[in-house]
């Protein structure tokens, strides 16, 4: 079977609503190359422990690869993908030089290739994600391992916005907590909750694909009877008391939801919230103050910004 691929160069504001429109519009497959990958590789405080290669990696900015089924309405879908992305700048989402380029692959190359981007990465003190099909052997005693199957449909859990969450969550999750996952996607905020020692993960995604992703992903990592997954849109009719609310998604929809997260958070219970360009930053701080959180922390990592509320 042949599929075409779109590579669509932008910033890295634009990486989690440019990967949402091509999930929504049946990409089968999305990779994302990252310029600050081969940066990070240099200056991380916890070492990468695979090479990348420079060649697989735009000089700025991101490329955001995606793979389209041939068939008789191919151009209507490319076309849609352009205008969906182009309506970004409604949003004030900066897309950089929003180049768009489309190529042919064979099947066989597809299903493979994007494999090569997953490789086993520290992105905490104590947290290692791996994929699936790695042999990977921990380096000290309580390191903590999470294995992901991404399935060619989200992140590997490497991202600044993801590292940012699963640090967060490694300094605040205690024994026995209740932690409510927003925008699930693959699932590794709530695996990483759990085996950090919380008692349940409720993961919330309104994607059908990362639903079914996060509830793979939990069998992986022998959780399925800790992770409840649910197809859910935010916190809506949502009713379960938690000591931790997580939520990587962009800053124009956390703001959207954070009088739910206050209400159902515990007293001294925290909003643990990333995806936040720096840009962004007044407005979800703003929003967390307004409702009456106190910033306990605020993190930084490359353009983007992880917060820490406290309901007090």
Known sequence: MKWTEICILTTHEA??????????????GIVIEDSLELEKKQRSQYGEMYE???NDYPEEGVRIKAYLPVNSYLGETVEQIKSAINNLLIYDIDLGKNEITLSEVNEEDWATSWKKYYKPVKVSNRITITPSWEDYQPSKEDEIIIELDPGMAFGTGTHPTTVLSLQALEKHVKNGDIVLDVGSGSGVLSIASVLLGANKAYAFDLDEIAVKSTKINAKLNHLGDKIIAKQNNLLDHVDIQANIIVSNILAEIIVRFVDDAWNLLVKGGLFITSGIIQNKKTLVLEKLQEQGFEIIALSEMDDWISIVAKKN
């Open 52 to 54: 990348l290669d420079p």
């Open 15 to 28: 990486v989690e609503p440019i990967s949402n429109i091509l999930h929504e519009t049946g990409a089968g």
